[in-house]
């Protein structure tokens, strides 16, 4: 068994560790604003350092889901009519899609990116309605929950291979085919890539913690969140295209236990409502991203 | 698709829309997801012309005042979860019972050494679904259930429906989503139509029953899942809260209730707990009722 300081040092030693996408700093600084304060024309000089981004941004832009009379054409045109969560989603997908090469990725980068956002979505969602403050800090928490799938992929691909292939095969979760086969999942080596990436601590926790929250409360509501919100989507068709044979009590799960603690108006949520609406997300996952894949 | 996209924009753009969702919501537990409004909007559209209405918001009003409300809203209602009815409708729960829920029973009941699992399919219609069960647990006693048995019962309030479920005479549609060796193995051709066979009949039973009928229901126990889907949404508060209660008595502790693919219980009782499978929900009967999280 890899012990986290082994785990790292091999990680770290390795050429290949994935390095953080120029564009992320920037965005995730732009972003670290509250929502009416983000610099739009700071976003559009973002989207416009990169062709492919924006070109991506108009063709959504003018996609079915958005489509008005008039052909939208300029860059700043599209961003206003996407709106500023739909633009971070594209530039975030973009720039970490690019973090390792397109001949490197075990899971494939669409469904990789489909479970991602959709955390990302649900996860703000959930923020939102119990009440924690930081609903930017869970989407984001969403969306990098699973990084250390890129790690794996780059790091020990073959190894990795053969993990999702019995994950795949088995019908179990990620991180058992991991423990049995590598000897550390991709939380472990998510948090390894979170630490290099130089993340905040929170977010390095919610990454490290998501599948393994039961003997831990380290990383707080956030950690919950991510960790709920994951298995709603491997549940709702936004997990990674294999099926679970499992049956969860989310009122009865430790992640929700803890968080009716903290937040007691959960315990008036309707689960089953909330449970429909994420198919609503797929819908909104799926434009997303077959407009960044859509190469 | 692309109409139905332009629907969505349209109904998206529209307010009213939700308000409508909303209100079915809140009446019948029925929930209809954003990315499927083209649907809600085109079932509204019919039910708009009518009665006469021009806009949504005219609908929408027409659905709330009081000497139509009841009718107007079952009226939509038929309108919503009509040709829902088929063999084989709703795969993610079909896939929960194969790979959860029966591995989960087996369990429980060989601890016990029973080696029956009893089925109820209430409001059963034409008999789509009950046929569909008795088939998916034939395959069962041929494999991991070897040794066991079964029964489904099943269970309307028409007359006609039931007589038409005994029957068991399908056409192409209705039997669309059955997948081609059951369709060699359960099925005889009927002209242009498709007879159930006649091996998978004894294991069905089909009768007349009232589910607002407190003493029939209390002679409805011992069953291991019961599928109710579609039916409660007709139900007015109360009725659905007497029904849902007979349910639960009628379930053998760790016994599962299935509702429609979209359908809630929410509101209603407390006493099951609402179970997530891959694309499915239902409500699970626990050893002993347990207060909700937040009672705690």
């Not at chain 1, 983000?38 to 489509?67: H, P, W």
């Not at chain 1, 001949?103 to 479970?115: E, G, K, L, S, Y």
């Not at chain 1, 993990?163 to 999942?185: D, H, M, W």
């Not at chain 1, 472990?188 to 890539?193: A, H, P, T």
């Amino acid at each position: 068994m890899e012990t986290l300081d082994h785990l790292r040092s091999r990680i770290t030693s390795i050429d290949s560790m994935p390095t953080i996408p120029v564009i992320l700093r920037p965005l995730l600084h732009c972003l670290d604003q509250p929502v009416e304060q983000i610099d739009i024309t700071r976003i559009v000089e973002l989207v416009s350092y990169d062709k492919s981004i924006a070109a991506q941004c108009v063709r959504m832009a003018n996609s079915a889901l958005f489509g008005r009379n008039k052909p939208v054409e300029s860059v700043r045109t599209a961003v206003m009519n996407l709106g500023m969560w739909r633009v971070r989603d594209l530039l975030f997908s973009n720039s970490l899609t690019n973090v390792i090469p397109v001949n490197r990725w075990v899971v494939d980068a669409a469904v990789f990116w489909r479970h991602s956002l959709g955390v990302a979505l649900v996860c703000r969602k959930f923020a939102e309605i119990l009440g924690y403050p930081d609903t930017e800090k869970a989407y984001l928490a969403g969306l990098l929950h699973d990084i250390g799938i890129l790690v794996n992929s780059m790091v020990v691909p073959e190894e990795f291979r053969v993990t999702f292939e019995k994950a795949t095969r088995e019908q179990i979760p990620l991180n058992e085919a991991e423990l049995a086969t590598l000897g550390f999942t991709h939380c472990d080596s998510g948090r390894v890539l979170a630490e290099a990436w130089k993340i905040t601590p929170d977010l390095i926790e919610a990454i490290e913690l998501h599948h393994d929250i039961g003997d831990s409360q380290r990383g707080g509501p956030l950690v919950a969140i991510v960790h709920l919100s994951d298995l709603l989507c491997r549940l709702r068709d936004l997990g990674y295209g294999y099926y679970e044979p499992r049956q969860i009590d989310f009122e009865n799960e430790p992640g929700w236990l803890y968080l009716v603690m903290q937040f007691p108006n959960l315990a008036d949520l309707d689960l089953a409502r909330f449970t429909f609406t994420l198919d609503e997300y797929a819908t909104e996952v799926e434009e997303l991203v077959s407009t960044v894949f859509a190469h | 698709m692309i109409a139905n996209e332009l629907i969505q924009v349209e109904a998206l753009n529209d307010p009213v829309w939700i308000r409508i969702r909303d209100l079915i919501y809140q009446v019948s537990g029925i929930y209809q997801a954003e990315n499927k409004f083209y649907l809600l909007v085109s079932r509204c559209n019919v039910r708009m012309k009518a009665v006469g209405s021009r806009t949504p918001r005219e609908y929408l009003d027409f659905l709330m005042a009081r000497p139509n409300r009841d009718a107007e809203m079952r009226n939509l209602l038929n309108e919503i979860t009509i040709g829902e009815t088929c063999l084989f409708r709703s795969m993610p729960q079909i896939e929960a019972l194969r790979k959860v829920v029966i591995p989960s029973l087996m369990e429980v009941k060989r601890k016990l050494s029973f080696t029956k699992l009893r089925f109820w399919s209430a409001g059963c219609s034409t008999g789509e679904e009950s046929y569909t069960l008795a088939m998916l647990m034939m395959e069962e006693t041929q494999t991991r259930l070897k040794g066991w048995t079964f029964e489904i019962m099943a269970t309307d309030l028409n007359e006609r429906s039931v007589a038409k479920a005994h029957e068991g005479i399908y056409n192409d549609y209705a039997v669309r989503n059955v997948p081609p060796e059951y369709m060699k193995k359960y099925f005889t051709p009927a002209g242009s139509n498709f007879r159930v066979a006649d091996s998978v009949r004894p294991f069905v039973t089909f009768n007349r029953l009232n589910m607002l009928d407190d003493s029939k229901m209390l002679f409805m126990r011992g069953i291991d899942v019961i599928f109710c889907c579609n039916v409660l949404i007709y139900f007015d508060g109360r009725s659905k809260n007497r029904t849902v209660n007979h349910f639960y008595n009628a379930l053998l502790t760790n016994g599962y209730f299935f509702l429609g693919q979209s359908e809630s219980l929410y509101g209603i009782t407390e006493k099951f707990h609402l179970v997530h499978f891959p694309g499915a929900t239902a409500y699970w009967k626990p050893s002993e009722p347990v207060a909700k999280a937040g009672g705690l």
